[in-house]
């Protein structure tokens, strides 16, 4: 069964762009820069995390995306990017990311900074409508998924789309082995 038709079991989905109340203000204004159908759903915030989202829906770890926020620097200057990686795999920050942003060290960003830069709420942040400045890096699992699932920006609802669409993000790098698998 398709991740959408799953869905459409529990949750009523709607055209995003017909409903910019269901996702932060910075996720609904970027909204028109993607290629693709864009989809969202209302949910209970206290499933907003991925685990509990995909236990009530009975939906695998490869239907839904995490956004991860890190940061470096080299030569004073910061570096920050979103990690896209399906839920059963984790960004490889240590080595990948770092590399790619080209620092000494990487890290997660704190939480306070993250919802305070992005102005999402914690466990919905999602790749669409962050700051001009960061880099955003796709795992090509994520770019290459029929449909994903991914933050809104808001802890009550989430976003369905393809990986394709997700591509096309304006300055979105798919990255070869950007995560690996959780063991």
């Known amino acids: 069964m398709r991740t959408k038709d799953r869905l459409s079991t ?4 709607r055209p995003a762009a017909d ?13 028109p820069a993607l290629d693709g159908e864009v989809e969202v759903f209302a949910i209970d915030p206290v499933i907003a995390d991925t685990a509990a989202l995909l236990d009530a829906t009975g939906l695998g ?3 839904s995306a995490n956004c991860v926020l890190v940061a470096g620097s080299r030569g004073g200057e ?8 399906l839920a059963h ?10 590399k790619l942003l080209d620092v000494r060290k990487a890290s997660f960003l704190p939480m306070d900074r993250a919802v305070g830069d992005s102005g999402m709420e914690y466990g919905g942040i999602g790749p669409i409508g962050l700051p001009a400045d960061y880099r ?12 994903v699932i991914i933050g809104s920006g808001i802890r009550g609802s989430k976003l369905l789309l393809s990986g394709a669409a997700l591509s096309s993000l304006p300055g979105a790098e798919v990255v070869e082995g950007l995560a690996t698998e959780i063991s």
């Open 10 to 13: 529990h949750f009523t989905l």
């Open 19 to 31: 409903a910019p109340e269901l996702m932060a203000p910075a996720t609904a204004q970027a909204l």
């Open 136 to 147: 955003v890096l796709i795992d090509s699992r994520v770019a290459s998924a029929s449909e």
């Open 89 to 98: 795999t984790r960004a490889d920050v240590n080595k990948r990311v770092k």
């Open 78 to 85: 910061e570096r920050v990017a979103a990690c896209l990686v």
């Open 61 to 63: 770890p490869e239907t």
